[in-house]
């Protein structure tokens, strides 16, 4: 049995109490259950393998939901229950050092967080845009223009750019293990590079997308001219080849080929020969960090 409540959550502010707090509670990824008291249940998951986060109901006189994987306090939901409490065992955003790879891609879609109810609790979602990139809509219900009849596409201002030579921010599909898209979308990551040409160099990227081709620890960012991959809205849109602008996985191979793409997203072409320094699918570690404001502003989206 899911601990979680069904139905609308109130949208209200949870007060924590340390790691714990009341009239909350996690979703899904149960790692097991026990008959307990409310205040046995955080140290029943410290004590349990693999438990970072539970919840406690009053289900048969008193269950503690113990739950796995990464997980950080804003991924709680607020509940209209007072006696139900969750917890952390700490925030635990993935440590420094948790090893992942990136791609690249840009298929024009309308991003699967885009949708309403994909950031759980949470009356947001990222904007979409009509098919000139700008006018966006007021509303998550459009259709993606990667459908026949769809009309919503990925907004021009969803592309890189560098801060500093060092630093730069974005946005990416991911799949966190032991995280739905429910958890990740709209959530930020912090992407330290480890090989070359791009060690040394970070880039901060918000979660915008999911991605059915998208591994465990892999981050695909989103670039213009960096590739349709399996859908191509970029020819509805603008009118681009069959495969979008170079190989339908990797985009172009050039500089010079960015010139192919339209005006509006050309710069997030070019960061990728710049700033990016041409680096083909790089490696990286990464760790979960507050989303900067230049982001969540892009998007509207926030936890």
Not at 53 to 62: A, E, I, K, S, V
Not at 91 to 117: E, F, I, Q
Not at 174 to 202: M, N
């Amino acid at each position: 049995m899911m601990s979680c409540t069904s139905g609308h959550h109130e949208k209200r502010q949870i007060h924590w109490n340390g790691n714990w707090a009341h009239a909350c509670d996690f979703s899904d990824n149960d790692l097991s259950n026990a008959q307990i008291r409310g205040e046995d249940c955080e140290p029943r998951c410290e004590s349990t393998p693999g438990c970072t986060h539970f919840t406690w109901t009053t289900y048969l006189n008193g269950t503690c939901w113990m739950k796995q994987g990464s997980i950080i306090k804003d991924n709680a939901y607020p509940t209209n229950d007072q006696s139900m409490v969750c917890g952390v065992i700490r925030d635990s955003k993935p440590t420094p050092g948790v090893s992942g790879r990136t791609t690249r891609y840009w298929d024009c879609c309308k991003p699967s967080c885009s949708w309403a109810g994909k950031v759980r609790g949470r009356d947001t979602y990222v904007k979409s845009c009509r098919s000139n990139g700008y006018d966006v809509f007021d509303h998550p219900n459009a259709a993606s223009g990667c459908n026949s009849d769809g009309e919503a596409f990925t907004c021009n201002n969803q592309q890189p750019w560098a801060v500093n030579d060092g630093l730069a921010y974005g946005f990416a599909a991911a799949h966190i293990p032991g995280l739905s898209e429910q958890d990740t979308c709209c959530t930020c990551y912090k992407l330290d590079f480890t090989s070359d040409p791009l060690r040394g160099k970070t880039m901060i990227v918000q979660i915008t997308n999911s991605g059915s081709d998208v591994g465990a620890h892999q981050f695909d960012l989103q670039i213009p001219g960096g590739g349709v991959g399996i859908f191509n809205g970029c020819q509805p849109q603008w009118n681009a080849p069959d495969n979008g602008w170079g190989e339908r996985y990797g985009g172009v191979r050039s500089r010079d080929e960015c010139y192919a793409l339209p005006e509006q997203i050309r710069n997030g072409c070019f960061f990728r020969f710049d700033w990016f320094r041409g680096a083909d699918n790089p490696t990286m570690t990464y760790s979960q960090v507050d989303c900067p404001q230049e982001l969540k502003s892009i998007t509207d989206c926030h936890r």
